[in-house]
Every structure is written in C-alpha cells, then in structure tokens.
C-alpha cells in the first residue's frame, strides 16, 4: 500500500481489536459466499479462545498463533464448513489447544463436544453454546460475557447465521429454512440479550434486533415472492422458477440462489402450500397445492 492510502476495511491476516478482549483476524479468502474473508475472532485477554480458525492456510493461522501469544487454550468451530472449520487441526499441534465444537464431521476431529448451553470458561468471558440449526445442522453461536463494565458486554459470535451485509446460503438436506428461522427468532428472544453481533465475515452488528428482523422480513418476503412466482408458472422446477422468484440477484449468483430456493420450496411444501414429486430432489417439479397440475 502506498504511504498514505486509506487501508483497506479488513486487512488481511492482521489483528484488529473489535472491543475489549476481542481480535479479529480475518483470512485471506474473500469471495461470493465469504465477503472479504473469513473472520477468526481470539477472545479472553488471559487464556484465549479462537473461534473458527478459518481455512487451512499457513499465513492466517500464522497470524492467529501470534496474535495469541501462548494463550490460546480453545479452538471453537461454529460449524464444519470448508471456509471456517479446516485450519482447526493445525492450529492445535501449533498451540496444544482442545478442539471443540457440536460434532466431529466434514474433516473436523472434536476432541470435546458442545451441546445447546454448554459453557467453555474462559476467564473473564465465558462462552456459552447456543446450538442455531438452519444453515447447517451442526451450527454454533457463541455468547461471551465480557463483564460488568464492558460496552459491549454481551457479544454473539455467530458464524454463518448472521452475516453482515449479506443473506446466507439454505442449501438442503443440512440446511433448512424452517429450522434457520427458528433459531434467528431464538436469538432475537436471547435472554439476557446480545448487545452486539461478531459475524462469521463482516463487520461488528451493534443491532442485534434490527439486524434479526430486518433477515426474517427479507426471508418471510423471499418466501411469499416465490409463492408468487410459482403460482403464476402454475408448475415448475426451481431452474425455471429461479429467473422470476430471484430476478433482483445478479445472474451470475443465481447457481447459489437456487440452493436457497430448494429451500424455500421445501418450507412451503412442509407447510402445506405446494406440492412436488419429490421434496428430495433439487430438479423436482413443483406447484401450488389446489391447482391443476396437468397443465
């Protein structure tokens, strides 16, 4: 960068110090689905624990390792996702850290489980489990304490359930829309509530409710929309229904929408709504329950 230049919003492995016993690390995978990177959050200013470690990559965990200076005692994933989960393995032999997380899965080895409610204790901002299904079923936030005095003092680490400046992805069978919009409303009615959001890409939420509702309206909208959508092709597949129920997406992301339609889709036939020939299958036919099908 030249002497000057504005630095660029989410330098790459760098740590940056979000609140008060947080750093952000964010990788150098930006894309489509990750934003501008991956974020790898330590927490805890004594022993620390790194949520998802992100991708393996030598410089980013590099980074992680030093900016944890031989504290790190926990690696965290929120799920098993190939952008969040796979540097977990090196980073403990590089720091002896225990390996945490709902289950073992996609390639990641938990060496201790986390159910619903769990606790890790970390000194001065113990992390509690709250297990949010939908964009994946293994799917983990994380609620820090960061104690009395600390503005924010309750922040939620949410991987892929909250993104900032982006929907998520609902990519069935693991992913499911019914179960996603049920844990959004779990953490909008966390009790006692998250006073900030630290998302799995992006920047710090300091809205949590505005930021939860504002997805469950688009979510509840997207749905009516391919109601709609359906209902005027009266039968369709989601390759032919894909144009008209997500004509505001960039063509070039419609490969990805899809997987979100299926989505959508199977929620209104669970529903009652439409029906299929097979609610299994991403290429099966789909229509509005009521209507003639044969046309």
Same mark, same amino acid.
């Given at each position: 960068?030249t ?6 919003p989410?330098p %790459? $492995?760098?740590?940056?110090h979000v609140?008060?016993g ?6 150098a995978?930006p894309?489509v689905m990750?934003g ?8 805890g200013?004594? +022993? /620390? *624990? =790194?949520?998802d470690p #992100?991708?393996?990559?030598a ?6 390792v030093a900016?944890?200076a #031989? ?5 965290l994933v929120t ?5 969040h989960?796979?540097g *977990?393995a090196?980073?403990?032999r590089?720091?002896g850290?225990?390996r945490? #997380? ?7 080895a938990a060496e ?5 409610? $769990?606790?890790?204790?970390? @000194?001065g901002a113990p ?6 299904? #939908?964009?994946?079923?293994? %799917?983990?936030c994380y609620l820090a304490d960061l ?5 924010p003092?309750r ?8 993104? +900032?400046g ?5 990519s069935?069978p693991d ?17 006692p509530p998250?006073d900030?959001l630290? @998302?799995?890409?992006?920047?710090l939420?300091? +809205?949590?409710p505005g930021?939860?509702?504002a997805?469950? +309206?688009?979510?509840?909208a997207?749905?009516?929309? /391919? ?12 390759a032919?229904?894909?144009p008209?129920a997500?004509?505001d =997406?960039?063509?070039a992301?419609?490969?990805?929408? *899809?997987?979100?339609?299926?989505? %959508?889709?199977?929620?209104l ?6 029906g299929t020939?097979d =609610?299994? $299958?991403?290429? *099966?036919?789909w229509?509005?329950v009521?209507r003639?099908v044969?046309?």
């Amino acid at each position: 960068m030249t002497p000057g230049a504005t630095p660029p919003p989410f330098p %790459h $492995d760098e740590p940056v110090h979000v609140v008060p016993g947080v750093v952000r690390v964010t990788a150098a995978n930006p894309g489509v689905m990750t934003g501008p990177g991956t974020n790898t959050y330590l927490v805890g200013t004594e +022993d /620390v *624990a =790194v949520i998802d470690p #992100g991708p393996d990559d030598a410089a980013h965990l590099a980074a992680v390792v030093a900016a944890g200076a #031989g504290r790190i005692r926990w690696i965290l994933v929120t799920h098993t996702h190939p952008d969040h989960a796979p540097g *977990a393995a090196a980073l403990a032999r590089a720091t002896g850290a225990v390996r945490m #997380g709902f289950a073992s899965r996609d390639q990641f080895a938990a060496e201790a489980t986390l159910a619903d409610g $769990d606790v890790v204790p970390v @000194p001065g901002a113990p992390l509690r489990a709250v297990h949010t299904p #939908g964009h994946a079923s293994n %799917h983990l936030c994380y609620l820090a304490d960061l104690g009395a005095g600390a503005s924010p003092r309750r922040v939620l680490f949410t991987g892929d359930h909250v993104m +900032d400046g982006s929907t998520v992805v609902i990519s069935p069978p693991d992913g499911d829309l019914d179960a996603y919009l049920a844990s959004l409303e779990r953490v909008l009615r966390l009790d006692p509530p998250a006073d900030a959001l630290a @998302p799995g890409h992006g920047s710090l939420i300091t +809205d949590p409710p505005g930021a939860l509702r504002a997805i469950l +309206d688009h979510r509840r909208a997207r749905t009516a929309k /391919v109601q709609d959508a359906l209902a005027r092709r009266g039968r369709a597949t989601v390759a032919e229904l894909l144009p008209d129920a997500y004509d505001d =997406v960039d063509a070039a992301r419609h490969p990805i929408a *899809a997987r979100s339609l299926w989505a %959508h889709l199977r929620s209104l036939a669970r529903g009652g709504q439409v029906g299929t020939s097979d =609610v299994d $299958d991403p290429d *099966a036919t789909w229509w509005v329950v009521g209507r003639d099908v044969a046309g």
